[in-house]
């Protein structure tokens, strides 16, 4: 990953001038006329003529997009490919019906939680500037990417949504102005960002060199349980250490998570702060193949703490499961290399070589084994070895996070609940208290949900009333241009009849306690401003 | 919301403000450090004001002339001293000294009215922060240990002790983070003076899981809290210039002022004229010869290039071991160490041969052999990149020049590669820079790119200078630049140290 993700501050040139293909204001300058149940929108993109200009500023030679966004997130790698499983044509022709485009329609306007999402960003029930200052960022079928986005209200989110059809919805900063008037503020402290969720980002790739039954974006559940291990530290970390208890968890679609903490104090750390905090968790650095845990003794209780942690899951779901030190090459490099003496080095290696295909889990234990039969030389000390394991355990079962994603404060990320393009995966949250029930590879997808839906509804079909159920609005009937309220309708709404419903209901009782510690704090904070409090102002008269 | 909440509080403040009463009276200085956060009411004369500034300021720029020569805390406590008792002299208060309030008044004057003078430009602030804190830590240091504790408490940092049962309580895992004492840690804990704080107050600690957190609190040891109270320091005054650099246009209408306060900002532009060239020694670094492979890490690619060769020839020719022990010379490898250095890598020859045929070039390069002029000006001077890049261009089998501009570009990407670039953005670079023969770009470039968190932290930390980030020209420059710059931890790091002791 050496291409640097794209962030959003406002005074970098190249975000201004090469990620920004599509403005806001001229996105917005087509909100009236667009129709959301006409022809798939890249017509409607077309209809827009400032657009169509900036997107083929995007095309000039000399940098391409793909490079730009090489490995911001490499859960999507496969995201420009053309064989992609939604099928979604590029923008050529203007009449083709596109069946798979109507799916996602259906799920922008059924599924999705809109209502959810908005107070999760907003943090209260009327918008405020935490959502109408929120940058998003929408992906476009055709690779253009609108930065800066930004919605007064839930309902212009999602007819904006709906009008585009963005494969991809990113989530940024709160800013300090409403970003789609960035421009006025060119070069200057008015408009920077100045809150966002602290993020953390796992991703099985980085586990390919001791993940030996899945590799790249491919995982099975075997290999997941590295995920697991990483949130359990993590999320006990989080909350231990630090302090936080909103701490959301959201699949990626395909191989990785994400974690968003909401605590109000997370999302206004600082750069620094989210620096240090990242830099509190890499534990694991350095490329593959070298010594990659460097870490003081004695040990630091986050330390000694995860190792208690992941001691089972390191005897089971990597020594057993992964058997990663089954090949000599690898128990030399991930294994071997690590032990301190040299004639345990030695003594292990022999009787390695004479029992080819010996598992992992038996070379651990012959470690020990023979440290105490005495195969060591003079200067062995136990404690030695002690730390070497350690660091081996840490090394194979201990988090490995993409940390740049953590460390910005304008990092953007995709958006829970988005449909992962590759799988057609939701990216659902993920259950912190049923952590080990949950299962990637049966989360709800954007074709089953559809099915889904008809199975449960005998005759009701995706046209007409039902649809109005769709949480946070109108539904399939709408054409845009109707006032679509937010109100809730006493029906059962589409999502319920599906699979994604324990989802969307986890989701909802997250932002409500969310939303509730929120309101506690707020009443406090008034209280204490209206007492005694003094700040101190410079006076320069002297 | 948030913005709401700051107008609020602006709105009781003023209220507060216009009741408060004027406090147009002498003030009284129970503490000999200072965190300047009342500004001074009484009048002073003109003389006055400009005399104390100019001493305030002779301070100053000694002990950012300290800074820049890499001088160490004690060093430079050692070379402030006789300054300090001569221009601003602060006792403690124990010392019974008839000057006391005097001298505090003075060392409070002076520093608003250099606030003024600085606040100007964002640079200038910079700087000025900078060094006002170096001259409070070397204070802070140098204080008495009961006044300093008494001084702490009145800031209001809002620190929590950590009571004895909490202490007790948490013993195990405070005890993993004072160190490596196993047998008495328990005791330790015990002894220490531990507080709690937010952990966003101390990144550096958490960052470095330095210290114990828990429930969003750090646990800090006594030994760590100077680090807390000069980064208070240091963030209440950058607050403070910025509201001063607000209220400045006002200040404009005193024209008996501003003479005096453009003149003291001019003073303190020109830093220090004598980094480049002599002296490129850095004070800290271990120059010896077995140190040298550590060191290449900080090396240009034309001495990189030359060290590789080495290494891996045991051998290199005339003009490649000409170069490379200029350079050797210029970072501070002295005689002794260099003459080791050349033995062992030319491993493969007999003491004989290497005396014979090698030592004395080696010798005569550091003067210690040679004609009287050679011995008087200390032998060669090391290479500089127009030197490397203009003459005696390497013919097959040599080492020496500069690889942007000898090499092809096949070999330089791979030397470069093989040396941690490997960002396609930079190689493109460097082969534009070279097609375009603007070599020694490309390996600014390349050294932009390997330091570049380091240099961005030098920058927001105000560490450099803009004179001191120039373009480089020279291979000593690269090495001493990057040395410093990956070294910036460390040397906090020997300033923590020596300060236990
Ligand atoms: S430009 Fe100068 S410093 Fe850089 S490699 Fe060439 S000679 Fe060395
Ligand atoms: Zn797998």
């Not at chain 2, 403690?92 to 606040?119: C, E, M, N, P």
Request: glycine share 6%; proline share 5%; aromatic share 10%.
């Amino acid at each position: 990953m050496e291409v640097e993700p794209p962030v959003a501050a406002p005074s970098s040139p190249l975000v201004d001038e090469d990620f920004v293909m599509v403005e806001a204001g001229e996105a917005q300058g087509a909100a009236k006329d667009a129709n959301p149940a006409a022809g798939p929108p890249p017509a409607q993109v077309a209809a827009d003529e400032d657009m169509v200009v900036e997107i083929q500023q995007e095309k000039r030679p000399e940098i391409k997009l793909e490079d730009l966004f090489d490995g911001m997130d490499s859960d999507d790698d496969d995201f420009q490919s053309s064989s992609n499983p939604l099928n979604v044509k590029e923008p050529v022709e203007e009449e083709a019906y596109d069946p798979s485009f109507e799916l996602l329609r259906i799920y922008y306007q059924r599924f999705f939680p809109w209502r959810y999402m908005f107070q999760w960003l907003n943090h209260s029930p009327v918008p405020t500037n935490d959502f109408k200052h929120r940058e998003f960022s929408l992906w476009l079928h055709n690779d253009a990417v609108m930065r800066y986005q930004s919605y007064t209200t839930s309902d212009l989110f999602r007819k904006d949504v709906l009008r585009l059809m963005p494969r991809r919805i990113e989530i940024g900063p709160v800013y300090t102005a409403d970003p789609r008037d960035r421009k006025t503020f060119r070069n200057s402290t008015a408009f920077v960002p100045m809150a966002k969720e602290l993020c953390f980002d796992i991703d099985l790739t980085d586990y390919d060199d001791i993940r030996t039954c899945c590799d790249k974006a491919n995982i099975c559940n075997k290999c997941w349980r590295f995920t697991t291990m990483a949130i359990k530290v993590l999320d006990t970390a989080l909350r231990e250490d630090f302090g936080y208890h909103h701490i959301l968890w959201v699949y990626s679609g395909r191989r990785g998570v994400h974690a968003w903490v909401c605590d109000k104090q997370a999302r206004t750390l600082q750069d620094h702060q989210r620096k240090a905090i990242a830099s509190y968790f890499e534990v694991v650095s350095g490329k593959a193949g070298g010594k990659r845990v460097n870490i003081r003794r004695p040990l630091h209780p986050h330390l000694s703490r995860s190792i208690d942690l992941l001691k089972e899951h390191f005897q089971h779901d990597v020594l057993e499961t992964q058997d990663p030190w089954a090949s000599p090459e690898k128990a030399d490099a991930l294994l071997l290399q690590h032990i301190p003496d040299p004639d345990l080095r030695e003594a292990l290696r022999k009787k390695w070589d004479a029992s080819p295909g010996r598992p992992s889990s038996s070379k651990w234990a012959d470690i020990d084994a023979l440290a105490q039969t005495g195969a060591v030389g003079a200067a062995f000390d136990p404690k030695d070895l002690l730390d070497a394991k350690q660091d081996i355990l840490l090394e194979h079962a201990y988090p490995r996070l993409d940390i740049a994603v953590s460390q910005k404060l304008n990092h953007l990320l995709k958006s829970p609940f988005v449909i992962h393009p590759g799988t057609g995966r939701v990216c659902v949250p993920i259950d912190r208290d049923n952590l080990d029930g949950f299962d990637p590879l049966n989360v709800p997808t954007l074709q089953g949900l559809v099915r889904e839906v008809d199975a449960w509804g005998g005759g009701e079909t995706t046209d007409g009333g039902v649809a109005g159920a769709a949480d946070g609005g109108a539904g399939g009937g709408d054409g845009g241009g109707g006032g679509a309220s937010s109100q809730e309708v006493k029906h059962v709404q589409d999502w319920e009849k599906t699979s994604l419903k324990p989802y969307i209901e986890y989701f909802r009782s997250f932002v409500t306690a969310l939303m509730k510690e929120e309101r506690e704090a707020a009443v406090k904070r008034e209280r204490v401003e209206d007492g005694d409090v003094e700040v101190k102002v410079e006076s320069l008269d002297f | 919301m948030n913005r709401i909440d700051i107008k609020r509080r602006n709105v009781v403040d003023h209220r507060k403000k216009q009741f408060a009463d004027p406090a147009y009276k002498q003030t009284q200085y129970p503490h000999r450090l200072n965190f300047y956060s009342t500004p001074p009411t009484a009048d002073i004369t003109l003389e006055q004001f400009e005399q104390w500034a100019i001493d305030r300021l002779r301070i100053l720029a000694e002990l950012e002339a300290c800074s820049f020569r890499n001088k160490t805390p004690a060093e430079t406590a050692l070379h402030m001293k006789p300054l300090l008792d001569k221009y601003l002299p602060l006792d403690a208060s124990s010392s019974g000294h008839s000057q006391l309030q005097a001298q505090r008044q003075k060392d409070h004057y002076s520093h608003f009215i250099l606030r003024l003078a600085f606040a100007s430009t964002e640079d200038l602030r910079r700087r000025f922060t900078r060094v006002e804190t170096m001259l409070f830590r070397l204070r802070f240091q140098a204080d008495d240990s009961r006044e300093r504790a008494a001084f702490v408490r009145t800031l209001n940092l809002d620190w929590e002790p950590v009571s004895e049962d909490e202490k007790r309580e948490l013993s195990p895992q405070l005890a993993t983070t004072i160190g490596f004492g196993y047998g008495k840690r328990a005791q330790q804990v015990m002894d220490e003076e531990w507080c709690k704080v937010d952990w966003m107050r101390v990144p550096d600690l958490i960052e470095g899981r330095k210290v114990y957190v828990k429930a969003g609190k750090a646990y800090v040891p006594g030994r760590e809290q100077q680090s807390m109270v000069l980064n208070a320091f240091t963030k209440r005054l950058e607050q403070a210039l910025e509201l001063t650099a607000r209220a400045l246009p006002r200040l404009d209408e005193d024209d008996r002022l501003t003479p005096i306060l453009n003149h003291l900002s001019k003073n303190f532009i020109a830093p220090d004229s004598s980094y480049t060239g002599s002296g490129m020694a850095i004070e800290s670094a271990e120059i010896s010869a077995r140190n040298i492979d550590n060191l290449s890490q900080h090396f240009p690619m034309c001495m990189n290039h030359l060290h590789r060769s080495l290494r891996r020839d045991a051998h290199l020719k005339h003009f490649g071991r000409l170069q490379y022990t200029l350079f050797l010379k210029g970072i501070g490898l002295n005689l002794e160490e260099a003459l080791v250095f050349w033995r062992s890598s030319f491993n493969k020859i007999t003491d004989d041969t290497f005396n014979k045929e090698y030592r004395y070039n080696v010798r005569h390069s550091y003067g210690d052999v040679g004609g009287d002029s050679n011995r008087r000006s200390g032998g060669y001077s090391p290479y500089s990149c127009q030197k490397i890049l203009t003459e005696h261009a390497p013919g097959p089998g040599e080492a020496h020049g500069c690889p942007y501009r000898h090499f092809s570009l096949e070999n330089l990407t791979t030397l470069l590669r093989a040396s941690g670039v490997t960002d396609r953005a930079v190689l493109q670079g460097v082969k534009e820079d070279t097609e375009s023969q603007k070599f020694h770009m490309a390996c600014n470039r390349v050294f932009e790119h390997l330091h570049k968190t380091e240099l961005k932290r030098a920058k927001d930390e105000g560490v450099m200078t803009a004179a001191q980030l120039e373009t480089i020209v020279h291979p000593n420059e690269y090495f001493k630049r990057s040395y410093l710059l990956k070294n910036m931890n460390k040397q906090k790091q020997q300033v923590d140290v020596k300060m236990e002791g």
